[in-house]
C-alpha cells in the first residue's frame, strides 16, 4: 500500500559528496517523521537524521555539519545530502518514514524503503 523508493547512491572519493533521495508513494494519508538510517557492513543499523512534518531536524552527533535532511512536503520526499565524505560513511542508506493511510485509522506505521548503497573509497 505504501512504497519507499530511494535513489542517489553510489561510489564517491573520500571528500566528494551524494545527495540521497527517497520517495513516498501509495495511500498515503499523512506522513510524519521522515528519517535517514545507515548500516556498515557488521554493524548494527543507525539513525543518521529525522525530520518532523514541520521540518525540525535531528542529526546523529558525528555527523553534525557534513549531512543535510530536507523535505518536499508536497511531494512526499525526503532527501540526504552528504558532503566531505568519508570511508567510514560506506553503508546502505535506508529511508524510514511514519506514515498514515488514507485508508486506515492511527496510528501511523513505520515503512522502510529498500536501501540505496554508498561507498567511499579512493
Known amino acids: 500500500q505504501v512504497q519507499l523508493v530511494e535513489s542517489g547512491g553510489g561510489l564517491v572519493q573520500p571528500g566528494g559528496s551524494l545527495r540521497l533521495s527517497c520517495v513516498a508513494s501509495?495511500?498515503?494519508?499523512?506522513?510524519?517523521?521522515m528519517y535517514w538510517y545507515r548500516q556498515a557492513p557488521g554493524k548494527q543499523r543507525e539513525l543518521v537524521a529525522r525530520?518532523?512534518?514541520?521540518?525540525?531536524?535531528y542529526y546523529a552527533e558525528s555527523l553534525k555539519g557534513r549531512f543535510t535532511i530536507s523535505r518536499d512536503n508536497a511531494k512526499n520526499t525526503v532527501s540526504l545530502q552528504m558532503n566531505d565524505l568519508r570511508p567510514e560513511d560506506t553503508a546502505v542508506y535506508y529511508c524510514?518514514?511514519?506514515?498514515?493511510?488514507?485508508?486506515?485509522?492511527?496510528?501511523?506505521?513505520?515503512?522502510w524503503g529498500q536501501g540505496t548503497q554508498v561507498t567511499v573509497s579512493s
Open positions: 525530520i518532523t512534518s514541520g521540518g525540525n531536524t
Open positions: 524510514n518514514a511514519e506514515i498514515l493511510l488514507s485508508s486506515r485509522p492511527p496510528p501511523a506505521a513505520n515503512y
Open positions: 501509495g495511500s498515503i494519508g499523512r506522513i510524519y517523521n
